[in-house]
Every structure is written in structure tokens, then in C-alpha cells.
């Protein structure tokens, strides 16, 4: 199949997700290409086929130039991101509020450490991002589900009333939110993370926020980071909040993330022990500070790229498979994507891999909320993703 590459489009600028082609993604030790046969086209975990911003490449060159490949400092990572924050969000950082961790789901596990005991339940909200289980588990603590329910136009959203109810629960001490929500791309509003606090205090519930996503909202969203609600909810100023640079500058495999204290939970945070901040990467710090700090006009490019994308993925869809129902997510480069038109059984994923050659995320995977769902990546070149699409439509019919 042949591949564009580097697309300009209307105003010059080159598309970012189409400067590489297959063979040279294909070059790639990432999971994403490596977990498959090169048959197949890798569409499932959240990486993107582009390459580094400038300013990160540029910092990690001369990382590998002065050998500065020793024991991690945190730099000024965390100051990076206060000034990102206060310039995207309006929301201003204490840095002394803020520690690297090795990445966001270790730091979870460090906030659910200091705010909950061993056995205690945690809520999630399925079908969500699916290592939540896993940690919350390993954290020695039990999933508690409260799953988003699926309105009629096929958004995303809290179910206020079970969300309610399953705070009230005796054995229930947290909440570990996802916002905005992998998989299904729902950003949630000021007025809903206001009914959250309100009823996290109601309950004495502690909040954990998984912002990861934050930087990669669409124009026509506004995020609410929960921390910039602390002054008017008790439970926003107890909270903590991860991100990281990983999921918006595609630097997953240089493992580093940042847990954040709302003012009334610095305390705890001075408790999170020196061995679960251990771990963090050089050269991982180095390019988070470089992507907080100057890689804002790349990120705005390729944000205007995967908004093409997501406009492309439903005009292919609408026009080869227009039984899936494609909502367009508020943010982030994945599409969850109701298959259950179809008649493939709870697992579509499984018939797309194996009959069209496209690897997605199986929608279960989330959740049984997700049955007959799968998630895909649309942070790739237009010609991947036309070519996906193609392969998705002939293996209904196979």
C-alpha cells in the first residue's frame, strides 16, 4: 500500500501523523509495532506515529551528548508544568505541590496509599482505562464500578445518582476519576466535577484525577482541571491529580508523570515515601520539562491534525461501515466505537484482527460495559487510517 508523506495542507504547515511512512513505523521497538505480525496494522495502544517535537528532540540529544544519563532530578519538571497549566488552563500550580513520580500509575497507587487502607474499596468508572483495575488491586485495595451510562446520542457520561450511591458505601474511601475519560473521550464539566466534590465530601471520599489527557482536548471543549476547584470544594482542595507529558508528546516509554496535591492534601503528599518515587528516568524528566516548556506549538499542530483525523475516521466510517456509531471524543486520539451494529459478538476486535489485519483494543477490555465496542487510535496518517477503515469493512464481510 502506498503511503503520503509529509502531507502539506491548506496553510503550509506540514501534517505531523504524515511524515512517516509504514516501513519506517515498522522500523520501531515500540510495543505498538512490535506486539503484531507486519501484516497487520497496529491501531490499539495509545501511541502516535509521529515524530518528536523539536525542542524534546533537541533536549535529549544533548542529554545523550553530555552522557547525562545518571540518576534522575527532577529538574524543574513540575515548575515546567505549573507554567503550562496557568498559560492551557487558567489554573495556577504551587510547585511545591507537586513530585516526579515513575509514571501515572504508580503515582495512583502512591496517592491511594496515603489516603486509603488495605481493603478498602475504590470507585472507578467503566468502562475505563483498564490498568486501573489491575493497580487498584495491586495496591492491595477492591475495584468498586460505577459505570458512565451510554445517553441516547451515544455520549458518555456520569451517572449522577449510582455515583451517589456507591460513595455512600461504608467500605468506599476513593475515587479514582479518569478525566478526560479514556476510552470513551467524554471531558467532563465544571458542573459535573463541582456534583463529584459535593458528594466526595458528603461521604468523606478522597479524590484521585487521572488528567493525563488534559493537554489534548478539542477546540470546542473546555477542560476543568479538578484542582482548580479547591477554593470552592473541600474535596478539589484534598485531591490529587496525575499527568504527565507521555500521552501529548507521545514519550510513553520514557516513563515519568506528576502527582499533584490539592492544599489540603500537601501533607499527605510529604508522606509519599521515597521508594514509590523511585524509579523515574533521566532522560524522562529531561523531556517532560522540554515538552511543558516549549512544546506548545507543536502540540497545537498535531492537535489540529488528530481534529482532521477524528473528522476523517467518521467520514470513512460513515461511508464503508455506517453500522458503527462513532461519537466524537471531546479529547484524545482514541475513538470508542459501538460495533454492536454489526452482529460480530461481544468481541469485534477479535474478528477485525483476525479476518481484516487491524489491531484495536478489544472493548471488554474496559469493562463489560464495553461489549461490543473497541477503542482505535487515530493518531496516524490519514493513508493508515483509510487503509484501516478498508480492512475493517471487507472483514464484516470475510
Known amino acids: 500500500m502506498h503511503m503520503h508523506v509529509a502531507r502539506q495542507d491548506g496553510t503550509g504547515q506540514r501534517n505531523l501523523l504524515d511524515q512517516l511512512t509504514l516501513d519506517q513505523l515498522r522500523e520501531r521497538r515500540s510495543v505498538k509495532w512490535r506486539a503484531y505480525p507486519p501484516d497487520v496494522l497496529p491501531l490499539w495502544v495509545a501511541e502516535m506515529d509521529t515524530s518528536l517535537a523539536p525542542p524534546i528532540r533537541e533536549a535529549l540529544i544533548a542529554a545523550i551528548e553530555r552522557g547525562d544519563t545518571g540518576y534522575a532530578h527532577p529538574g524543574r519538571a513540575v515548575e515546567a508544568f505549573a507554567a503550562f497549566a496557568e498559560s492551557r488552563f487558567g489554573w495556577r500550580v504551587d510547585p511545591a505541590a507537586g513530585a516526579v513520580m515513575p509514571d501515572v500509575l504508580r503515582g495512583i497507587v502512591a496517592g491511594l496509599e496515603q489516603v486509603t487502607a488495605v481493603g478498602d474499596g475504590v470507585i472507578i468508572n467503566p468502562p475505563v482505562y483498564y490498568p486501573f483495575s489491575s493497580f487498584i488491586r495491586f495496591a492491595g485495595r477492591r475495584v ?47 458542573n459535573e466535577l463541582l456534583a463529584i466534590a459535593e458528594l466526595s465530601a458528603r461521604h468523606g471520599v478522597r479524590v484521585i484525577v487521572d488528567e493525563i489527557h488534559a493537554p489534548m482536548v478539542f477546540p470546542e471543549t ?40 490539592g492544599p489540603g492534601a500537601t501533607a499527605d503528599l510529604e508522606r509519599v515515601s521515597k521508594a514509590a518515587r523511585h524509579g523515574t528516568g533521566l532522560l524522562g524528566v529531561i523531556a517532560t520539562q522540554a515538552a511543558f516548556e516549549s512544546g506548545g506549538p507543536w502540540l497545537d499542530t498535531v492537535m489540529r491534525d488528530l481534529d482532521a483525523n477524528r473528522k476523517l475516521l467518521g467520514d470513512l466510517l460513515a461511508r464503508s461501515l455506517p453500522e458503527i456509531r462513532y461519537v466524537w471524543p471531546e479529547a484524545t486520539y482514541l475513538a470508542w466505537l459501538d460495533c454492536r451494529g454489526l452482529d460480530l459478538g461481544e468481541e469485534p476486535a477479535e474478528v477485525f484482527l483476525r479476518r481484516g489485519k487491524v489491531a484495536l483494543n478489544a472493548g471488554l477490555m474496559f469493562g463489560r460495559q464495553g461489549k461490543g465496542h473497541v477503542r482505535l487510535n487515530f493518531a496516524t496518517s490519514p493513508g493508515i487510517l483509510a487503509e484501516a477503515v478498508s480492512r475493517m469493512a471487507e472483514a464484516r464481510h470475510a
Open 144 to 190: 468498586v464500578s460505577s459505570p458512565l451510562v451510554e445517553r441516547p446520542d451515544g455520549r458518555w457520561v456520569l451517572d449522577l445518582d449510582r455515583l451517589g450511591d456507591d460513595l455512600a458505601r461504608s467500605d468506599v474511601t476513593a475515587y479514582l476519576l479518569c478525566n478526560p475519560h479514556n476510552p470513551t473521550g467524554t471531558v467532563f464539566s465544571e
Open 222 to 261: 473546555r477542560f476543568t482541571p479538578f484542582l482548580s476547584l479547591a477554593e470552592r470544594a473541600s474535596a478539589a482542595s484534598s485531591a490529587f491529580v496525575l499527568t504527565a507529558a507521555t500521552k501529548a508528546w507521545n514519550l510513553a516509554g520514557l516513563v515519568t508523570g506528576l502527582l499533584i496535591a
